[in-house]
């Protein structure tokens, strides 16, 4: 009961202090069936539990799993949390569906990565009516500001990096025309719209070409499906393809390995890679993979400490980033600056590779 009453009082905290949010989204979607919740239940409830309702994106790729890992051993029975877990298998109606029953299941706290960035405001509202606070991850909800805090990565700098990389790459290489393919991510998500920015921003400056930009849903299948057209589309025009997950790359190494095209170092096609989880930064290690641009999914025990702020009565920051790498294969770029800050491009070694958490 303490919890339900600081929780309201910071919803109408928030409520008085929150300017108007543009744009009414009207919920035009009609309640799906959930995904199945699955409540990791503490063996003693008692009252110091705090329970925490998750709506995750889905299971698509590896990237994912480390995220739901994440969570899940944070917001342990042992650490004191009972965690409702949806997994809402990329489908944004089951999406607004949880977090709705979340809030009739009268969880303490809410975190929602958002499959996309839109069509948020009125169920967040409800969140706020009913004294629960939202701290959401990962993807960024960009038509409402009624949640605590967002955790996550700057995608427009995972974007801006990769192009930032491929510019002194190709320099030191000789190599003078840039034609590139994109595997986009999923539609509508903010993680591909601003890996897409990010990369088109530096693609236009330096006059490279972008033949096409096609979504492969950020999984394997979806990336072997749009390597394989654009292998048929665009035989011999291309010298880049810009994957922007680890599993899109995976698919797409696939397709061209069946169509006979090379990649990789020596290869005739440079493979870029977003994500950043171990087996491909072992891919990028062995070659096959020129460049990996990380995305941390490790933002549950940040979620924890925002947690625990609330709890104590606290005002957590509004927006917190996490922090990430970018790799490759060959040590002849060793930094790159983007948005004017210069950072490390880490040549993988051995070392390099038994170093990464995930
Ligand atoms: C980005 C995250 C993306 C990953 C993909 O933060 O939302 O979704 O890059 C995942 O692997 O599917």
Redesign the pocket.
């Known amino acids: 009961m303490k919890r339900k009453l600081l929780a309201l009082t910071l919803a109408l905290a928030m409520g008085l202090s929150l300017a108007a949010c543009g744009g009414d989204t009207a919920e035009t979607t009609a309640p799906a069936e959930t995904g199945a919740v699955e409540a990791t239940t503490p063996a003693e409830t008692g009252d110091d539990v705090i329970t925490v309702g998750f709506a995750q994106?889905g299971h698509?790729?590896?990237?994912?799993t480390a995220s739901t890992k994440s969570a899940q051993d944070v917001f342990s029975a042992e650490n004191g949390y009972e965690l409702a877990f949806v997994d809402c298998d990329n489908d944004s109606a089951t999406q607004l569906s949880a977090v709705r029953n979340f809030i009739q299941q009268g969880v303490d706290y809410i975190i929602i990565?958002p499959i996309v960035s839109t069509g948020w405001d009125a169920v967040l509202t409800e969140c706020e009516d009913a004294g629960i606070p939202v701290i959401v991850i990962?993807?960024t909800i960009d038509d409402s500001d009624k949640y605590v805090s967002w955790v996550?990565?700057d995608?427009k700098v995972e974007g801006l990096a990769c192009g930032e990389w491929l510019k002194a790459y190709a320099a030191d290489k000789g190599i003078t025309e840039i034609n590139a393919l994109v595997i986009e991510?999923?539609v509508g998500?903010s993680?591909t719209i601003g890996r897409t920015e990010g990369f088109k921003e530096i693609a236009d400056r330096e006059g490279w070409t972008i033949l096409d930009s096609q979504s492969g849903d950020?999984t394997e299948a979806g990336g072997q499906e749009v390597m394989e057209s654009y292998c048929q589309s665009y035989a011999g025009q291309f010298n880049v393809v810009i994957c922007?997950?680890?599993?899109e790359a995976a698919g797409a190494m696939t397709a061209m390995d069946n169509a006979g095209v090379t990649y990789g170092v020596g290869g005739d096609v440079i493979l870029v890679s977003?994500?950043a989880n171990k087996p491909y930064v072992q891919m990028v290690m062995d070659g096959k993979i020129n460049a990996n641009f990380e995305?941390n999914?490790m933002a549950a025990p940040t979620v924890a400490e925002i947690i625990q702020q609330l709890e104590a009565g606290e005002t957590p920051e509004k927006e917190i980033y996490v922090t990430e790498s970018w790799f490759a294969a060959e040590d002849n770029v060793t930094s790159i600056t983007v948005n004017g800050e210069e950072q490390p491009v880490i040549h993988v070694t051995q070392e390099v590779l038994d170093a990464r958490p995930y």
């Open positions: 994106v698509e790729s590896d990237w994912r990565d990962d993807r996550g990565s995608f991510g999923s998500a993680a950020f922007q997950n680890d599993n977003f994500d995305c999914p």
